[in-house]
């Protein structure tokens, strides 16, 4: 009567072990979809702009298609590209209302800037 038992046991244990796996193997697939090397691109008005933060953040707000309205915060990084046409030019430069193209990725922390280029109004 003990092996039935212990062949259950052995089934059981196994079958914990393979959803533990399974389950590990789901949270490392979704974090290498979030973290792709995909780069967006909005083009909008600045809603806010946090050049004194750590680390700073800029959200605009754009158009997505034709009539869909979407706004993206990003993390401004060290060595993201912020021009007034081909002039490098410093985030504090930047104000809201300011018309710019926003490119950028989504990393494991967030979405992480690329480039800032800022339209004369």
Do not use: W
């Amino acid at each position: 009567m003990n092996q039935p038992r212990s062949s259950l046991l052995g089934v059981l244990v196994i079958g914990a072990l393979l959803c533990v796996a399974f389950a590990g193997l789901g949270s490392l697939l979704s974090s290498v979809y979030a973290a792709n090397n995909t780069v967006h691109e909005i083009r909008g008005t600045v809603q806010s702009v946090s050049p004194g933060d750590t680390p700073p953040v800029i959200v605009v707000k754009g158009l997505h298609g034709s009539k869909e309205e979407i706004v993206v915060g990003a993390m401004v990084k060290q060595g993201a590209n912020v021009l007034r046409g081909k002039k490098k030019i410093g985030l504090d430069q930047i104000h809201p209302g300011d018309n710019v193209t926003l490119k950028y990725v989504k990393t494991r922390e967030g979405l992480t800037v690329r480039s800032i280029v800022l339209h004369r109004n």
